[in-house]
């Protein structure tokens, strides 16, 4: 092969792929990848793999081969080959209530076995993963764990917010019409057009719901370049990003900055005081979980709740709030999110990111938007706890989640309305056979007894707009991480397939919850929950062969991330 300067240059930033392609007995892989179109000073080049979640199976992701091709030109421009390869993305908000929606979480660990099955086979210098819906940025980041070679995460953006009669809309809203308009609230007309309004092109969903909860996570964690996520999926600025990003990747070569020096116990700590202050949703709680089984890092739910309990909730976004992500966008971005809790003493500003900044570094360069109501400051926070509450009692031994913004109902009890499956539940709301005062719980949704620990958004989101989201609690095994003004409850462990006591209520048994004191029970007494342990049976699983089925044998509980590499 040619030797010229260039690849002179070149030559210590590819020490990781020469197995793959140096020496006379690498003929037969050089030859085939002459085959696309690579030449000899390609193949002496740092080879930089480009894990790509497009689809064009929804919104989110539907932009990202734009994305890509940007990425590819500032690493041809830097030095390096790039090699893009595909994986799996399962959209939440089209399986939403149907079956197909138990693929979503699955798809994380999928997303993350495929992408570290390409670079180990392929002997990439470097990794770049592209992102945007809420299991693509996990299940990437995952992936960059494992593989512990220089790499960064590009989250696709946020979609821009849908406009009705001078309200801006996101997916949130056609939920809530979907219960607005069976309780006769709204009219088959205004239910179609906030269904045709509510998302106006590509992004992932415009609130604080998974996406952009797990986009925010990423700059603070440092993973991802801190000022790049937030910018929205369809704005220009995009497409520099993914220059800049594929530009950055031969420095991290350069430097060996890799993501066991980025993703630490500091940083996870960091990620979830950003959730908190977010109003951020739940499955910020189950992945943060799962990057620490990935890492190898001790991080408990208990951790989470110290951490939530002491952080401020600053910012006011949807669902609960008022404004979208690309109203953070103009505020001052993630940037002023990470200056205001580093103000407070709520981060660490020593953590590294992938720019080769501090996270302090990083954020000393915010600039706010004068006026801008998005990001509250130190001195007048929208609830002095963060949205995340971690709750123990005799309903869940191993912890479960809820997410508040501050001025929902502190307490409830009332009776249990049992569900063994969301399709029930929702039948029931639409039917409006639930009541004030209830406590609508849907088990056998967790990671083994669904499998895969659907969301359960748009049950949540029905009885909110039928005027009930404030007076009904929703309790599950499985998630309600998107959760809309009121008290729903996630994540619960053990899960009702495992025998755990969520799987032993009965109709009418009344339930408990206390958020001051951070509990979750069933009024019954031990002896009684023993004696209806003692005659549970295990139902049969839903799925006996096929990735389901297999994943079902192999996930762990909520309260370790509901990981399968472990």
């Known amino acids: ?17 020469r197995p793959l392609l140096a020496g006379a007995d690498r003929a037969a892989a050089r030859a085939m990848l002459k085959a696309i179109g690579l030449t000899d000073d390609d193949l002496a080049k740092p080879l930089i793999g480009i894990a790509n979640t497009w689809t064009e199976i929804g919104p989110c992701n539907f932009h990202l081969r734009r994305l890509a091709a940007k990425m590819k030109e500032g690493i041809r421009a830097a030095g390096g080959t790039p090699l893009e390869f595909n994986t799996v993305s399962i959209s939440d908000g089209i399986t939403m209530g149907t079956e197909g929606m138990k693929a979503s979480l699955i798809s994380r660990e999928m997303i993350a076995d495929s992408i570290e099955l390409i670079a180990r086979a392929n002997y990439f210098d470097g990794l770049i993963a592209l992102s945007a819906c809420d299991k693509t940025i996990p299940g990437t980041i995952m992936a960059l764990i494992r593989l512990d070679i220089p ?4 989250y696709g953006g946020s979609i821009a917010p849908g406009r009705y009669r ?27 057009e906030i269904e045709s309004l509510a998302c106006p092109g590509p992004g992932a969903c415009g609130g604080q719901f998974t996406a952009n909860t797990m986009a925010t996570v990423s700059e603070i964690m440092g993973i991802c370049p801190m000022g790049m996520a937030d910018v929205p999926a369809m704005l220009d600025e995009k497409d520099a990003v993914a220059y800049r990003a594929g530009e950055m990747l031969l420095s991290l070569i350069q430097h060996d900055l890799r993501p066991s020096k980025i993703i630490t116990r500091a940083a996870l700590e960091n990620a979830i005081a950003a959730v908190s202050a977010t109003g951020g949703s739940t499955n910020g709680v189950l992945h943060t979980l799962a990057f620490a089984r990935e890492a190898g890092i001790p991080f408990t739910l208990d951790d989470i709740e110290r951490i939530s309990k002491h952080t401020p909730l600053l910012a006011d976004l949807k669902p609960t709030g008022r404004f979208t992500a690309v109203d953070t966008y103009k505020a001052g971005g993630i940037r002023l999110i990470a200056q205001r809790l580093l103000e407070g003493g709520y981060l660490d500003g020593a953590c590294l990111t992938v720019s080769g900044r501090s996270l302090a570094q990083e954020a000393s360069l915010a600039q706010e938007t004068p006026g801008q109501e998005v990001i509250r ?47 029930d539940a929702m039948a029931a709301v639409q039917a409006q056979r639930i009541n004030t005062g209830d406590v609508v719980i849907i088990r056998y949704e967790g990671p083994v007894g669904g499998p895969g620990m659907r969301e359960m958004l748009g049950v949540t989101a029905a ?38 006591p969520i799987g032993l209520l009965q109709e009418g048994d009344l339930i408990e919850v206390s958020i001051p004191e951070r509990r979750l029970s069933v009024l ?18 839903r799925y006996i062969s096929g990735v389901m089925a297999k994943y079902a044998r192999t996930a762990r509980q909520a309260n370790d991330g509901a990981v399968t590499n472990m």
């Open 377 to 423: 400051p130190l001195s007048n926070p929208i609830n002095a706890n963060g949205g995340l509450h971690v709750l123990r009692g005799n309903l869940c031994p191993d912890g479960a989640v809820i997410k508040l913004k501050g001025d929902e109902p502190t307490f409830h009890r009332g009776p249990a309305r049992i569900f063994e499956r969301e399709e």
């Open 1 to 17: 092969m040619a030797d010229s300067p260039q690849i002179r240059d070149s030559v210590r930033l590819n020490a990781r792929s």
């Open 151 to 154: 790499g960064l995460m590009l």
């Open 524 to 541: 019954l007494s031990d002896d009684e929950l023993a004696r209806r342990k003692a005659a549970w049976q295990a139902p049969e699983p």
């Open 166 to 192: 001078g309200k801006d809309l996101t997916i949130q809203d056609v939920f809530e019409a979907i219960g607005a308009y069976a309780a006769g609230r709204i009219t088959a007309e205004e239910f179609h």
């Open 463 to 500: 009885l909110a707009g039928q005027g009930l989201g404030r007076d009904v609690l929703l309790i599950t095994d499985g998630r309600f991480s998107g959760a809309t003004r009121g008290m729903c409850i996630g994540h619960v462990a053990p899960e009702a397939m495992l025998g755990g």
